[in-house]
């Protein structure tokens, strides 16, 4: 069992990333015969050049594929799955990516947009999938559709230079499946954390700056859906991780903070920095942690590579929590909190110490 299911993942991580250089491959040179593609100068693009946004087809197109061959396998091996379960992240899914679709093209309202989003987390809580937590369902509720909307919504911001969303994403996923599999957890849905890991390596390959093209609204949205899926199923419900374990209510609200921090911090700083500045946070602009960081000095590439140095130090630091959950003493959660007070304290001052260039290249 312990090599077929491994034989499996290595499997569906080289399809995946196959899939995901040949569709990229084509909708490149799609868009070049049309000349299409969505581009605001100066305002959330850091280029000003006209790349093609339909990098959130390909990932669309490969999970729903992933989706039909997973289910064909349970049904032929004979294990359990939430059809219904299935069937609303789907849909979830599905309405993510055509509310990133019709933004790329038409510039959709963020009031209309942020109404949607919420509609999609309702969906998904009637269709049974929300945050456990406390025991106040209704508590729970809002906080699935807080979760939902505002991981939708920081990838979208975080997807603001060449790679910076695409890096972020492989991190948290791979942070949540290095766990899962370091803990014993070897299920077909751990499966879809590996197919978005290869999809997204492969489209890194085109999105690498100087990228050739961009996932789009229609990428970011429907990848936020999916790490918020992740989150609600894998870090909030710790008992998927944990089933035998007694842990302390924190202990969600901690390991998300350390997982997702980059997406988080990133739409934190910029919406408080906008805000301090009489600026609404919706609106685009080159003033995120990343714009800043190459204000510092640093090149779009050192920007990804230092993210990825973080998300390893997630993952390191995310899997010492789980695995000494019942040994840790108030030291370590201070150290976690200190841990994560530097990384925004870093992030902090790069935005505010340089944030009078960023409004400079917001007027030009």
Aim: proline share 2%; net charge positive; hydrophobic share 55%.
């Amino acid at each position: 069992m312990f090599f077929n299911i491994y034989y499996l993942y290595l499997i569906l991580f080289i399809c995946s990333l196959l899939f995901s250089i040949i569709l990229n491959f084509l909708l490149i040179n799609f868009a070049k015969r049309l000349k299409r593609g969505k581009l605001k100068i100066n305002q959330e693009r850091w280029t000003n050049e006209h790349t093609p946004t339909l990098g959130g087809t390909a990932f669309f197109i490969i999970f729903l594929l992933a989706i039909i061959f997973l289910n064909f396998y349970s049904i032929y091996k004979g294990f359990q799955i939430n059809s219904k379960g299935i069937i609303f992240v789907i849909f979830g899914a599905s309405l993510s990516y055509l509310l990133g679709l019709f933004d790329d093209v038409f510039y959709l309202n963020p009031i209309i947009k942020f109404l949607i989003q919420v509609i999609i987390s309702i969906i998904m809580i009637i269709g049974g999938i929300s945050i456990n937590v406390f025991d106040s369902l209704w508590i729970n509720y809002l906080l699935t559709v807080l979760w939902i909307v505002g991981i939708m919504n920081a990838t979208n911001l975080l997807d603001n230079m060449d790679g910076t969303a695409a890096i972020s994403v492989i991190g948290i996923a791979g942070t949540i499946l290095s766990i899962c599999l370091l803990n014993n957890i070897n299920t077909i849905n751990v499966a879809s954390l590996l197919i978005i890991i290869g999809t997204l390596v492969g489209f890194l390959i085109f999105n690498w700056p100087k990228a050739k093209i961009y996932m789009g609204d229609s990428g970011s949205q429907f990848l936020g859906f999916i790490i918020a899926m992740w989150g609600i199923k894998y870090i909030w419900n710790l008992d998927s991780l944990l089933p035998n374990t007694t842990y302390h209510w924190i202990v969600p609200f901690i390991l998300i903070a350390v997982i997702y921090c980059l997406p988080i911090l990133d739409t934190s700083i910029t919406f408080l920095k906008r805000i301090s500045h009489h600026r609404s946070p919706l609106l685009g602009g080159k003033d995120h942690t990343t714009h800043h960081m190459v204000y510092l000095g640093f090149t779009n590439t050192q920007v990804l590579l230092l993210m990825i140095f973080i998300s390893i130090l997630n993952f390191l630091v995310s899997y010492y929590f789980i695995n000494s959950i019942n040994q840790l003493n108030s030291f370590f959660y201070l150290g976690i909190f200190t841990y994560l007070i530097i990384i925004f304290a870093f992030l902090l001052y790069a935005s505010f110490t340089h944030i009078e260039k960023s409004y400079h290249n917001e007027k030009n």
